[in-house]
């Protein structure tokens, strides 16, 4: 095999920066590649906190293959666009990504906030009205092949 | 600890509830409307006097708002020097269209001017310049007889006294309410500007946010200097009319003010707050010996 | 409805600032980043919500954020603490406009003054002495040597882009001049890579004296004594203590009506500060106002007896103030020290990390204002003042032996500190006598970092 092609060099380098690999050496004949992520300190406290924070946010635990949509903003949840209109979403429903999923008002203005995936809504965290913080976590969603 | 301060927390809580009598219900504060306003490429809640300040560019991701002819000429030109031209041309409804007189009176209430173009006199920074805004907020900032016939007197203007000529351009197109009448306008401002041409002074026309159909296809591209202003939409006919009737997928960035200045369309981009430096500088290099204010 | 209080700060103020709030009986809403949802300000408010991400541009300086979470929560008031957007007057305006109160100056007294060269200015017309410079870069030897020749030597010429200590000179003739300033724009040069200078009149061996004042919204203004504040590394405050040692009388009543008067010609409401340095001969120069509450208020609030966080509420919801000049006497003297979760001993480089336990120090006249507590996680994006140790006796001998012991009995287990380089200065013959000045932490830190102990 000849040595690689700018393109495959490029490939390898998005995959290792996407996967959770931190060192990635890779030799072959007349050719050698060292990829290595040197981010030690953030990577450590992220570590420390990230630990602390599933166990403390909400009683909500953790579960297998579910993620979740939280809240970019500070304001007020509204599930659907007008007081009387029929919610955006409901338990069960297939969602696709960059779907609307519910409002939140910050400051008289209305903001829609799109689901960053695809799923099955599974579970509705919030009420109409409720005041959501940075991060709340508003929407449970499931894969699409869950029973 | 940690959770035995958040315990403590929850007892002391329900303790107050024991013995308050009511508990009181705290309704959102009530702020007065307009004061934030949303940005329409990001989505962020800006404040409205910051966003004033700011030139209407949002602060988070630099997106140009649309802005109006006074606004445009106090940011442009050098203070207190405008003296407004032709300012009792107004339209009348030629073809007798349903509701175009009501659209002109709520344009002139959304925009403050008599029509959809502006223009005078003024100076930037010193040098005379014959100066003209379309305003989007008056009818999208369409050109129908009476934007025609102002433009056309500002060329006729600045070819008699050999002064400059800027425009900003901000428009949908020509006005549909007076059909062919707007249309003509097309070649009755490119005429006026060759004999403009011909008196060998300078036109710089700024194409802002959004600037197509007939003033696109006329007047707002025949500068001497085409400047688009960033992030603005230029083009001729509607993007998706154009893929409906081609039956083809459009080019990314269609239409947008890179695509138009890779294709040669217009000359550069400059961001808002650089506009009167840049058009300053292409004024002193160009213009010879001519009378300040 | 109730009043409402949301505190826009973290840490040790926030913490301090719901006290005064529920001791008034109002409700109090704290905002708080990721990383700090176990932070003791959080537990102690009667409501909390987050406000964004770690670092502080994202929750603690996210205007839009913390303004919408007092909007939700139907706060009519917002204590902003110090630092983070306390002294923003752009915040202020917004808050202002949305009908909330901000428990402080208004955004046009922040905007007037918080502006140095500004606040110069109002103080030289209204003849408060300034330390006068050049007022700018000055553009070369000859004009520079005007410019001294007015102020006056000895001056100082300065690099505008410097730091450091570096790129500074002291000239003390005409002679010495011109030489000086080629000198010292080729040092800048190197150094900063600007050569631009600029001139301010030197003040031999100053210390930092700053006067509290108070005022309401009826114009009364009151002065709450001074602080002094020289003992500072690299311009960070370490120890506070009131009254100064060097001011008698007769100075003291001039600073202080010299604040007032400036508080009034602006019309000054809420609590501030004004910063001054004094020369060895009793010359007093105004440097800056602070429109804020500030970190040593503690100091202060022991002489005077007066609780100024809860004053600053009560003036922002419209009360006046409830004492006049003459009912403010100084009672002791005060010393705060300043705890931080850095390794003093090693380059003062921060100490972010868990806290284990922790014993805290007390008694007759010692007070702590903190927000850590055993098995707190310190974060690594904010400062790092952990807590203020403050001490309160009736001379300052007795202050002084009362901060040692409680330095001696206040542990902290898990993270470097600076406790025991406190519990050092406590016993520096030059403390002691009261006879120190700005550059003081810089000339002890070589003899620790030597290993000798003074």
């Known amino acids: 095999m000849d040595t690689m092609t700018i393109k495959e060099i490029q490939s390898i380098i998005k995959d290792f920066e996407k996967s959770s690999l931190m060192i990635l050496e890779l030799e072959m004949e007349g050719f050698k590649l060292k990829l290595s992520k040197n981010k030690i300190d953030e990577v450590t406290i992220k570590e420390e906190y990230n630990s602390q924070q599933q166990t403390q946010t909400q009683k909500i635990e953790n579960k297998p293959n579910h993620t979740l949509i939280k809240s970019p903003l500070v304001g007020t949840f509204y599930a659907a666009s007008t007081p009387k209109g029929k919610p955006f979403i409901e338990v069960g429903q297939q969602i696709k990504k960059g779907q609307v999923v519910c409002i939140i008002e910050a400051m008289k203005i209305m903001n829609e906030i799109t689901s960053p995936f695809s799923g099955i809504v599974k579970e509705i965290l919030v009420h109409n009205g409720d005041v959501v913080g940075f991060d709340h976590n508003l929407i449970r969603v499931g894969e699409d092949n869950e029973k | 600890m940690n959770d035995f301060l958040n315990n403590r927390k929850t007892k002391l809580e329900d303790f107050k509830k024991n013995i308050r009598k009511k508990k009181t219900n705290y309704e959102p504060i009530d702020i007065p409307d307009g004061l934030f306003v949303k940005c329409d490429q990001c989505g962020a809640a800006i404040y409205e006097k910051a966003l004033d300040i700011n030139h209407l560019i949002c602060p988070y991701c630099d997106y140009h708002f649309r802005m109006g002819a006074s606004k445009r000429l106090s940011l442009t030109i050098d203070q207190g020097s405008f003296e407004e031209m032709f300012p009792n041309i107004q339209s009348k409804n030629p073809l007798n269209m349903d509701d175009y007189e009501d659209k002109i009176e709520k344009g002139k209430k959304l925009s403050g001017l008599n029509e959809a173009f502006l223009c005078g006199t003024a100076s930037l920074v010193g040098i005379k310049i014959a100066i003209g805004v379309l305003d989007s907020n008056f009818m999208m900032g369409s050109m129908g007889s009476a934007v025609g016939e102002k433009v056309t007197r500002l060329i006729e203007y600045a070819t008699e006294h050999s002064l400059p000529l800027i425009i900003f351009s901000a428009s949908g197109g020509a006005r549909m309410q007076e059909g062919i009448l707007s249309l003509m306008q097309m070649a009755k401002t490119s005429a006026a500007l060759e004999y403009f041409d011909q008196k060998k002074c300078l036109y710089i026309s700024v194409l802002t946010n959004p600037t197509t159909g007939g003033v696109a296809a006329s007047f707002a591209s025949l500068g001497d200097i085409n400047i688009a202003e960033k992030s603005s939409l230029i083009g001729f006919a509607g993007a998706r009319v154009i893929k409906q009737t081609i039956r083809q997928e459009l080019p990314e960035g269609f239409q947008t003010d890179v695509f138009q200045l890779i294709h040669g369309q217009i000359d550069m981009i400059v961001h808002r707050k650089d506009m009167r430096k840049t058009l300053y500088k292409l004024l002193h290099l160009h213009h010879g010996k001519q009378e300040t204010l | ?454």
Not at chain 3, 191 to 214: A, M, N, V
Not at chain 3, 243 to 258: F, H, K, Q, V
Not at chain 3, 265 to 278: C, D, K, P, S
Not at chain 3, 292 to 319: L, N, S
């Open chain 3, 1 to 454: 409805m109730k009043n409402k209080i949301l505190i826009a700060n973290r840490g040790e103020i926030a913490v301090r600032i719901i006290r005064a709030a529920k001791e008034l009986g109002y409700e109090t809403v704290a905002v708080y980043s990721v990383v700090d949802q176990n932070s003791l300000h959080v537990k102690l408010a009667d409501e909390a919500i987050c406000i964004g991400g770690n670092h502080s541009k994202d929750s603690y300086l996210n205007m839009n954020n913390i303004l919408s979470a007092a909007i939700s929560k139907g706060c009519n008031a917002i204590h902003p603490g110090y630092g983070f957007l306390a002294e923003n007057s752009e915040f202020v305006e917004m808050v202002e406009g949305c009908n909330i109160i901000f428990i402080g100056p208004s955004s046009k007294s922040i905007s007037m003054i918080g502006d140095k060269a500004k606040a110069r200015m109002i103080a030289k017309a209204h003849n408060i002495p300034i330390v006068e410079g050049s007022d700018g870069v000055v553009d070369d030897a000859q004009e520079g040597l005007k410019i001294a020749k007015k102020i006056g030597y000895p001056v100082m010429i300065k690099a505008s882009s410097g730091g450091g200590g570096r790129g500074i000179s002291i000239v003390g003739s005409d002679e010495e001049f011109l030489s000086a300033f080629e000198r010292t724009a080729m040092e800048a040069e190197t150094s900063f890579g600007d050569p631009s200078l600029y001139i301010e009149k030197f003040i031999d061996s100053p210390r930092h004296i700053e006067i509290q004042i108070i005022a309401d919204a009826k114009g009364n203004v009151v002065h709450l004594y001074e602080r002094d504040c020289s003992m500072q590394r690299r311009n960070q405050k370490m120890i506070e203590e009131a009254p100064s040692t060097i001011l008698n009388d007769l100075l003291r009543r001039r600073l202080g009506m010299a604040s007032i008067k400036l508080a009034k010609a602006i019309q000054y409401v809420n609590a501030g500060t004004l910063e001054f340095l004094v020369d060895s001969k009793g010359n007093f120069y105004f440097i800056e106002m602070n429109t804020r509450i500030q970190v040593e208020h503690p100091v202060t609030e022991a002489i005077t007896g007066i609780d100024i966080v809860k004053e600053q509420i009560k003036i922002a919801y419209g009360k006046e103030l409830s004492f006049k000049q003459r009912d403010v006497k100084i009672h002791g003297h005060a010393i705060e020290c300043r705890i931080n979760a850095e390794d003093a001993m090693h380059g003062f480089t921060p100490t972010p990390g868990k806290i284990v336990n922790i014993l805290f120090p007390g008694g007759n006249g010692v007070r702590i204002d903190t927000h850590i507590y055993p098995g707190y996680e310190v974060p690594p994006f904010y400062d790092s003042l952990l807590a203020k140790l403050t001490v309160h006796a009736p001379t300052r001998r007795e202050a002084v032996k009362k901060m040692r012991i409680a330095l001696e009995q206040f542990v902290i287990e898990g993270i470097p500190t600076n406790i025991e380089y406190q519990y050092l200065i406590m016993h520096n013959l030059d403390f002691i006598k009261g006879q120190y000045d700005t550059g003081f932490i810089a000339r002890f830190n070589t003899l620790v970092e030597a290993g000798t102990n003074e």
